[in-house]
């Protein structure tokens, strides 16, 4: 099993520009989760996805959308990145309430 | 509203010895809490769990101490290892039904050869 993928592992934007982060995972979880990890600091979650057909925000949504397009996939999308986007993005999943499974991260750098 | 976070940003030890990291949480009824370790350039792993209706649970070389009374929470690492170096980080599960975690900041451990 593979766990959690994420692609890409780095990108780089320059400010308006727009692109979608894949996270996919293999453990049949039915919860998904996008977070985000700024330098020296703890995750932050942007949306969630307690099962396939749903999504809901999380502490920090905006700016973000999300597309939970089959129980393995859940992507994010930046519509018109920011500087303040630049962080590393997480992507998780979960069967339980406890034990989320965390990708390897996206490095995301908003010029 | 919900918060956690930690006392100490950064914790050095001799290789050897023993750890212990330590996090404070500001809400009462949360009911599940989690010890998180995260490499350079890697995601977060799980290490441990306790429920709130446990005051310690041990695992191996781990050990997770609740205090609900002063709402604190410690992870103990027995004998530290260099492969111990990392981020950790407590997080306490949210008080909806979404499972959502909420992160504290983190503590770097650092083990001394």
């Known amino acids: 099993n593979a766990g959690v993928t994420q692609t890409p592992k780095f990108q780089v934007l320059k400010t308006g520009q727009s692109m979608t982060l894949q996270c996919a995972q293999d453990?049949?979880?039915?919860?998904m989760y996008w977070y985000r990890q700024d330098p020296g600091m703890g995750l932050r979650l942007i949306y969630y996805s307690a099962s396939e057909g749903t999504t809901d925000k999380g502490e920090v949504p905006n700016g973000y959308n999300v597309s939970r397009l089959n129980k393995r996939e859940f992507s994010l999308r930046l519509e018109s990145a920011a500087p303040s986007q630049t962080s590393v993005y997480f992507c998780?999943?979960?069967?339980?309430?406890?034990?989320?499974?965390f990708g390897p991260g996206t490095r995301l750098t908003v010029t | 509203g919900e918060s956690v976070g930690l006392h100490l940003p950064t914790l050095s030890v001799q290789e050897g010895d023993n750890s212990i990291i330590n996090c404070a949480y500001s809400?009462?009824?949360?009911?599940?809490f989690i010890w998180y370790k995260q490499e350079s350039g890697k995601g977060p792993q799980f290490i441990i769990d306790i429920r709130s209706n446990m005051d310690k649970r041990q695992g191996q070389r781990v050990t997770v101490l609740l205090n609900k009374t002063v709402k604190h929470l410690s992870l103990q690492i027995a004998a530290t290892q260099p492969g111990d170096s990392a981020v950790y980080f407590c997080?306490?599960?949210?008080?909806?039904?979404?499972?959502?975690?909420?992160f504290g900041s983190g503590t770097r451990l650092l083990v001394r050869p």
């Open positions: 997080a306490e599960i949210g008080m909806d039904s979404s499972y959502k975690l909420i």
């Open positions: 453990m049949n979880h039915n919860s």
């Open positions: 998780a999943s979960s069967e339980l309430a406890a034990e989320q499974y």
């Open positions: 809400n009462s009824a949360s009911d599940y």
